[in-house]
């Protein structure tokens, strides 16, 4: 069983926005600090954004500050990075991770057009 699944990416055009969406289908994932991480072509994997196990804390890079919101809903076992006002260098592949279990999600790819 993949332990998270992404969904929600897709091309967008500079100055537009997007939700993704990250499905914890592991147990042991559901009570972990989850994040984002991106992936742009050529470059490392870096930080986006992460949320406490209870949504009580969130942190963000620099470079998604003031744009990009995280959250997540228990309930629904499901994480969120609602992105606004994209830029073409938010264009990566980005990645749904929980931490202390060490998972990954697969990805989805974020084309944003100037």
């Known amino acids: 069983q993949v332990p998270l699944v992404e969904s929600g990416g897709g091309p967008v055009q500079a100055g537009g926005s997007l939700r993704l969406s990250c499905a914890a289908l592991a147990r042991d994932a559901r009570t972990n600090t989850m994040g984002w991480l991106r992936q742009a072509p050529g470059k490392e994997r870096e930080f986006v954004a992460s949320?406490?196990?209870?949504?009580?804390?969130?942190a963000y890079a620099n470079a998604v500050k003031g744009r990009f919101t995280i959250s997540r809903d228990m309930a629904k076992n499901t994480m969120y990075l609602q992105m606004s006002s994209l830029k073409p260098e938010d264009t990566a592949v980005y990645y749904c991770?929980?931490?202390?279990?060490?998972?990954w999600g697969r990805g989805t790819q974020v084309t944003v057009s100037s």
């Open positions: 949320v406490a196990w209870n949504g009580a804390s969130t």
């Open positions: 991770r929980a931490f202390e279990a060490k998972y």
